[in-house]
């Protein structure tokens, strides 16, 4: 692991729970797969923001575009 994940690592989980608690009150969809950038802000949490990249709904023909299913074991 990177050293400066994880010498920031506390504050980037932060902003990725800050993140999913707006973002699981305001979408819609019941299940989805999502792909999120954590990016230095000093405006953010704890001095980071994290961004939505791409949103897709999960059912079972979904297929990964940035990962194989495999990289995920």
Known sequence: MQPELMEH???IVE???A???EFASDCHLEIVVFDVAVVPDDKGVAG???V???LNPFYSPT???LFDWS???
Do not use: G, K
């Open 9 to 11: 690592r506390r504050a």
């Open 15 to 17: 902003s990725l729970e």
């Open 19 to 21: 993140f999913f608690v």
């Open 48 to 50: 980071f923001r994290t």
């Open 52 to 54: 939505l990249i791409e």
């Open 63 to 65: 297929d990964p575009e």
């Open 71 to 73: 990289d995920l074991d």
